[in-house]
């Protein structure tokens, strides 16, 4: 299974401060994505890793591959209340469609 | 409004009764997925399409699940004789690359 699991499950922060999730997966894989899921906006893409890249930035969110540890991480600088939702990675194997989510780390954001 | 839309948002129904959700993917995208969440876990794939064939369909399905997009646009999904390990949130996901848009949802009850 190529199924991403995310560590914290939950975690809570200060407006302003920087939160870090962390996801990690058991298969080799074409490239990780990583989406956020609120109760207003639904499930939204952030971001696309392929696998032989090591870091892409959008914005405040940084993400890393490490695809010999089998890990990536997702850091969002500067947090704001409104970046309080689930956050979710999403591995895909080469050739593959298919997206497997994990439980998803719960971020809140204190204002 | 260009995004995927998914009919109904919200279903109540009783336990044995039939249902059918429809999704509109985003006109252009070959890929359409169907995932259930249920609260606080993640998507949980259940098949894709990519143009009107079903490419993948998860072991996890029982066989009182069924989809169809016949004409490679939009997509149904059925379930028969609902049990009220059914009850979820719905999700529909269109792409045309590894990026998935992801509708609003529906959400099921099965009393």
């Known amino acids: 299974s190529q199924q991403g699991e995310e560590d914290p499950q939950a975690l809570s922060i200060q407006e302003g401060e920087n939160a870090t999730m962390n996801c990690s997966y058991k298969?080799?894989?074409?490239?990780l994505q990583w989406y956020r899921q609120n109760s207003g906006r639904g499930l939204v893409h952030l971001i696309l890793?392929?696998?032989?890249?090591r870091e892409k930035h959008s914005g405040r969110l940084r993400v890393t591959l490490d695809t010999s540890k089998k890990s990536s991480s997702l850091l969002i600088t500067a947090s704001r209340a409104a970046d309080t939702a689930s956050y979710f990675c999403?591995?895909?194997?080469?050739?593959?469609?298919?997206?497997?989510f994990g439980a998803g780390t719960r971020l809140f954001v204190k204002a | 409004d260009t995004g995927v839309s998914q009919d109904p948002r919200h279903k109540i129904t009783k336990r044995g009764q039939n249902v059918t959700f429809r999704c509109d993917p985003i006109?252009?995208?070959?890929?359409l997925y169907w995932y259930r969440q249920t609260l606080g876990q993640g998507p949980e794939f259940l098949t894709y399409?990519?143009?009107?064939?079903?490419?993948?369909k998860s072991r996890l399905l029982s066989d009182r699940f069924s989809a169809e997009r016949p004409k490679g646009s939009f997509s149904t999904l059925e379930i028969q004789r609902t049990e009220q390990g059914d009850s979820a949130m719905y999700l529909c996901?269109?792409?045309?690359?590894?990026?998935?848009?992801f509708g609003p949802g529906t959400r099921l009850l099965v009393l």
């Open positions: 996901a269109s792409s045309r690359a590894e990026t998935q848009y």
């Open positions: 006109s252009e995208h070959n890929r």
């Open positions: 999403a591995p895909s194997v080469a050739g593959g469609f298919k997206t497997i």
């Open positions: 298969t080799s894989i074409n490239n």
């Open positions: 399409f990519q143009n009107e064939a079903q490419l993948e």
């Open positions: 890793i392929r696998s032989n890249e």
